[in-house]
């Protein structure tokens, strides 16, 4: 089924890792009844496949291949690649470090920007978070979240790497060429720093009763 309305009727939510991006998401999706994608995930499964198959960013076709070879699929929080939960494997350092050097390549993010637009499209709203996705996978949102926080509280929320490592990779982040992290100008800006995860969610979802409901 594919729903042409799916994007207006959905919230994207972008950030830098440690800002709470996936904590609030899936209780947003919780809250309102979309559905939910971690983009991220689907970076990380890549950059899985990658370091499976020995593959370098100078082989990129040959990891477009394998993607398209494979079936990867995300239900309920969980990715799943040819049918195997790769949920925990996938937060594994190198495999964090392979995609944020995966992310960095064009012809990857066309690939992904465009599994992550078909799933959207087969749902009747969905909450997807990530660094992109209002400025690239869902320019209509609806609804519209960037979130901060200060790297401190950052480094802290993400203790599975060193906070030079998550700087060096904020940093691939926010510079990379193709699809950089963006603020869009229609972008709520909520800054996570000191506040709880209810309080947050609380403003996002009265949002979403003003916009989307
Ligand atoms: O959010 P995360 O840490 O799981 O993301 C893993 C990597 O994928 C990270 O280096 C940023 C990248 N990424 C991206 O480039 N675009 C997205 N929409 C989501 C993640």
Do not use: C
């Not at 309305?5 to 998401?25: C, P, Y």
């Not at 799943?80 to 964090?96: G, H, N």
Request: hydrophobic content about 40%.
């Amino acid at each position: 089924m594919q729903n042409e309305n799916w994007e207006t009727h959905s919230i994207a939510i972008d950030g830098l890792a440690g800002t709470g991006k996936s904590t609030i998401a899936k209780k947003i999706s919780e809250m309102t009844g979309l559905s939910y994608l971690d983009t991220g995930a689907t970076y990380r499964a890549a950059g899985l496949l990658a370091l499976r198959q020995a593959l370098t960013t100078t082989h990129v076709d040959k990891l477009i291949d394998a993607l398209r070879k494979s079936t990867l699929e995300f239900n309920d929080g969980r990715i799943f690649l040819d049918q195997i939960d790769i949920s925990v494997e996938i937060r594994e350092p190198e495999i964090a470090e392979a995609a944020s050097l995966f992310a960095t390549i064009p012809e990857l993010r066309e690939y992904l920007v465009g599994w992550q637009r078909d799933f959207g499209s087969k749902t009747n709203g969905i909450v997807m978070e990530g660094r992109d996705i209002a400025s690239v996978v869902m320019p209509n949102a609806g609804l519209k979240i960037h979130l901060f926080a200060h790297d401190e509280v950052r480094s802290q929320r993400r203790n599975e790497v060193s906070a030079d490592e998550l700087l060096r990779r904020d940093q691939r982040d926010i510079t990379r060429s193709v699809n950089p992290l963006t603020i869009v100008d229609d972008a709520v800006q909520i800054d996570t720093s000191d506040r709880t995860i209810s309080e947050i969610t609380d403003e996002i979802y009265g949002l979403y009763l003003i916009r989307l409901s």
